[in-house]
């Protein structure tokens, strides 16, 4: 009996903090975002009859709750630190740690059969488009964790990407250019830092060797005096593991003089301008994602002019932003299409340019999951 009246104590006191947690986490306002992992939170869903009966209304709300869990970020933090720290675990967040270099590595064990499935389907669109169209060049970054320079900590298991990329590269047909660049990123023997630890992007570079691999002896370097750096940069895989040992990178890029418009897309092959300036953002260097100063981020459609001759269509991912500004030494005008952004097919688009060279560039793993991919060869609706 006293030893229970010893024990009341600890228990009113537990009682009153989770309801204390609770008034507070009720009474904080719902946030938009999550800055740190770039992503909309979700907001407390709507009841109805229909929801609550299918189980629809409980799931929403159970993301809801996860979502806007008051001091979320200080708690997800906590978590990766007792994992990593504490278990000594060397994966978290569905992210790959190496403490001696510090890399960070998206975690790929095996692909789900909803992946296998989309990496058919865009294969198959790779080798259709590239099919139909002449003087292109096909460009796949291979991630960090697949090349000598950067490799997975000892054991892990991972995907063969190699394998995969190797497959794909056999599907293209014998008239497409193919830019391996397995050798070119992946050479132990240079210093150069060609992936960011926090981040799945190539560092500038690494396009930086890419665009030497692309455009050979007559590729156009910057002058140093326009290099410029931007410290404190963590990006998306830090934003899932929340590192405790992380180690912050640096955001580089040249100053080149070039102009960009970005357009609205109206229908196929008919665009307004949506705005006209650089190719970079500040503003973004004082956000968390600092990789969206490149070319203001992934817009559908936009035209750059550059300093060479030419016209080339860049079809690309993210991976392409900081590899652009290269372009403008070799080009006069680099048209740029995202598919993620752009909705319709190419096709008029190439036919009513009359583009000199196409360039398609992406990152393997964009490969697994990208839906927008088969938009390729999306059948045109002007006669």
Not at 273 to 280: A, D, M
Request: charged residues 20%; glycine residues 6%.
């Amino acid at each position: 009996m006293i030893r229970k009246i010893k024990q009341a104590p600890t228990f009113v006191l537990l009682t009153l903090f989770i309801f204390l947690v609770t008034i507070a986490d009720i009474a904080a306002p719902d946030k938009k975002i999550s800055e740190i992992e770039n992503k909309v939170l979700s907001h407390i869903p709507a009841i109805s009859t229909a929801s609550i009966m299918n189980g629809s209304w409980m799931k929403d709300y159970g993301t809801y709750v996860q979502d806007q869990f008051l001091l979320r970020d200080t708690w997800i933090t906590v978590h990766s630190v007792l994992e990593t720290e504490v278990l000594r675990k060397v994966e978290t967040g569905g992210i790959l740690l190496d403490t001696k270099s510090a890399m960070q590595y998206p975690r790929f064990f095996s692909l789900t059969d909803s992946e296998t499935l989309q990496w058919e389907k865009n294969s198959a669109a790779f080798a259709s488009f590239c099919g139909k169209h002449e003087n292109i060049t096909v460009m796949f970054v291979p991630s960090a964790s697949q090349l000598k320079k950067t490799p997975l900590p000892a054991g892990a298991p991972s995907i063969d990407e190699n394998a995969l990329m190797d497959s794909l590269f056999r599907k293209l047909p014998g008239k497409t250019r193919i830019v391996d660049l397995r050798n070119t990123l992946g050479n132990p023997s240079s210093s150069a830092q060609y992936f960011y630890r926090n981040d799945h992007h190539w560092t500038t570079d690494g396009a930086e060797m890419a665009y030497r691999a692309y455009y050979g002896e007559k590729a156009v370097i910057p002058d140093v005096s326009l290099r410029h750096e931007q410290p404190g940069f963590m990006g998306t895989s830090y934003s899932k593991s929340r590192w405790f040992r992380a180690q912050s990178d640096s955001l580089v890029w040249y100053d080149v003089p070039a102009e960009m418009t970005i357009y609205q897309t109206e229908r196929e092959n008919r665009f307004s301008e949506k705005s006209h300036g650089g190719l970079y953002e500040p503003d973004a260097l004082a956000s968390y994602d600092k990789y969206a100063f490149f070319l203001h981020g992934n817009n559908g459609y936009s035209r750059i002019s550059g300093n060479g001759e030419g016209k080339i269509l860049l079809i690309k991912d993210s991976f392409a932003n900081c590899f652009v500004p290269f372009l403008t030494g070799s080009y006069e005008i680099i048209d740029v299409i995202d598919l993620r952004n752009y909705q319709y097919s190419p096709d008029s688009l190439i036919e009513s340019e009359k583009y000199d060279d196409i360039l398609i560039l992406y990152g393997m793993q964009t490969l697994f999951t990208d839906t927008s991919i088969i938009n390729l060869n999306r059948p045109s609706v002007i006669e």
